[in-house]
């Protein structure tokens, strides 16, 4: 399996695409009050959880609390898989009662990071995936303890996908300097506008393969366009069936495409004999495979588009302006 | 008056006798409702009328089977001495609702779904111009029956919006008593029933059109025969 994954946020209707993020990687997500983090939230666990990852999802109590009384998530909580940690989240005044108390919250989270260190072992699951949501509980003269947690999860060498959330009007502007030193990626999101940046290329000109903030509808619109292409890639990584392929586009690419688009395709790419098509192990679902000839076939429509798309990039860079 | 074949759809050819029933063509676009109890030839009806009027124009049709697999239908067609012809071309939705079943949060939206499937198609093949949905009783089935009629209307106006020529089957024993459910008696254009009538020593089978819009026709029932070439329509039982 590969060492890197392929991720996502979405929200306002924006999708923040990271490709090749690995694992030991830390996202760290700003974020102001007025920006529905739900989705991102839900997409990020779902992710972990169809990998067989074990998840952990921290929160300020009552205040970001997802759906879990149904679906994926219910059952993930039931069998274990999923766990969930309740940050208090009482605004005290007084300095030193203050820090005791917030040090309490970190030590709880700290105590179930290692809780589940040892899951990770015993009960054979690939990963830990953690989503803290800090909220507004943490201020700037706090930050140091966060930095502390960090430093002691990545010591524990055990390999983790972490996002760590904040309200942004909590911090003041060195204690974000410092989450940054600590983090490889960074996303910040207000309610009109959503960035992702890299420490260290802040000022670089456009990298390729890194990181990129989409809209919704131009994303709606490139997997309308090139949805061939999509499932053929797919299906070029691995077999599987129609319903499965849905599944993965949504994930990737957040469109939800019906029955009633990709089936019709899959059909006619096997008429085209690009496609075979037969009875699962689950002896349910039809699987969809590459021909010898149609794998040929994808082989040098990828291609083309990777060329076609390098070229275009050049172009816009100014390479072949510059000639 | 001489009909333009442009705007009609020219099924009278299809089965032999069929134009003593029919006495002219059917607009384009037209919404036709098969009806009948299991065993009355539904299907056969449906898909012999779209394929060979296909063929005979070099069209593209879908025939969207719900409850049978395409290898189903084609075995049963060919019993029937019936051809199978590439131009209409059966999807089989028994592989995705199997696919569907059981998965959590995954709801089969049918409605939607077949939408998609006729955008595809309209894209794909220039000359898309019929379909046939077998049965309703079978989206009925997969869809949440509140607001039936509005879906309904909605369901039929997808076919006119694409400019398709659809035939719907309904099994009207499923619904017992009640003539209708989505009022799709009133939304269809036409509306064909297919029964059986016992005769001195077996069963016969008659179709007879209740309603046809723009299109002259007999109300009377109409023996359906079957041989090594398919359906035809015999003599009308009952003056």
């Known amino acids: 399996m590969s060492k890197k994954e392929f991720f996502s946020l979405s929200g306002d209707g924006k999708i923040i695409l990271f490709d090749e993020l690995g694992r030991g990687n830390e996202i760290l997500f700003l974020y102001d009050e007025n920006v529905e983090r739900e989705h991102a939230y839900l997409t990020f666990l779902h992710g972990g959880l169809e990998k067989n990852e074990l998840c952990l999802y921290a929160f300020p109590k009552e205040k970001a609390r997802l759906s879990f009384q149904q679906g994926i998530l219910k059952e993930s909580i039931e069998k274990g898989q999923l766990h969930l940690l309740d940050i208090e989240d009482k605004l005290i005044e007084e300095k030193d009662k203050r820090k005791e108390y917030i040090s309490t919250c970190i030590d709880r989270i700290e105590t179930k990071l290692n809780e589940m260190y040892n899951l990770i072992e015993a009960e054979k699951y690939s990963t830990l995936r953690v989503l803290i949501d800090y909220g507004n509980i943490v201020e700037s003269k706090e930050i140091d303890m966060i930095i502390d947690l960090e430093k002691k999860m990545l010591e524990k060498k055990v390999p983790f996908t972490a996002v760590n959330t904040f309200r942004i009007s909590s911090l003041d502007y060195d204690s974000v300097k410092e989450l940054i030193k600590i983090h490889k990626k960074i996303v910040f999101s207000t309610k009109n506008e959503t960035s992702t940046m890299l420490p260290g290329f802040w000022t670089a000109k456009r990298r390729r393969n890194t990181s990129g903030v989409i809209s919704q509808e131009t994303l709606e619109n490139f997997v309308k366009n090139s949805l061939e292409t999509i499932v053929l890639a797919i299906l070029y990584k691995k077999p599987m069936s129609g319903f499965h392929i849905i599944k993965i586009i949504h994930r990737c690419f957040h469109v939800s495409l019906s029955h009633g688009t990709i089936y019709p395709l899959l059909h006619s790419l096997k008429e085209e004999k690009i496609l075979n098509v037969e009875l699962g192990s689950d002896m349910k679902s039809m699987i969809y495979t590459p021909t010898e000839e149609g794998g040929k076939i994808i082989e040098k429509k990828l291609s083309d588009i990777v060329k076609t798309h390098e070229h275009l990039l050049s172009l816009i860079d100014g390479g072949l302006l510059a000639e | ?239």
């Open chain 2, 1 to 239: 008056m001489q009909i333009k074949e442009g705007g009609k759809i020219m099924f009278r050819n299809t089965i032999m006798g069929l134009g003593n029933v029919i006495h002219t063509e059917i607009p384009k676009g037209s919404t036709i409702l098969v009806t009948g109890r299991p065993g009355t030839l539904k299907s056969s009806l449906a898909y012999t009328l779209l394929s060979k009027y296909l063929a005979s124009k070099n069209e593209f049709g879908l025939y969207i089977t719900l409850e049978e697999t395409k290898a189903s239908h084609e075995r049963n067609m060919k019993s029937l001495g019936i051809n199978i012809y590439p131009e209409l071309k059966i999807f089989d939705y028994q592989v995705i609702r199997r696919e569907y079943k059981g998965e959590k949060g995954e709801e089969l939206d049918i409605i939607k779904g077949i939408e998609d499937a006729i955008k595809f198609y309209k894209e794909k093949e220039k000359k898309f111009t019929c379909i046939a949905v077998d049965s309703l009783n079978a989206v009925y089935s997969l869809i949440d029956l509140t607001n039936l009629r509005e879906k309904m209307y909605n369901f039929f106006d997808t076919f006119k919006r694409y400019q398709l020529t659809s035939i719907v089957i309904l099994e009207t024993e499923i619904l017992g008593n009640r003539m209708t459910y989505g009022g799709e008696r009133f939304l269809a254009d036409g509306i064909i029933n297919l029964g059986t009538m016992k005769g001195k020593e077996d069963v016969t089978i008659y179709m007879q059109v209740e309603k046809m819009r723009a299109t002259k026709h007999s109300r009377k029932k109409y023996q359906i025969g079957i041989d090594s070439n398919g359906l035809s329509i015999l003599g009308h039982e009952y003056e």
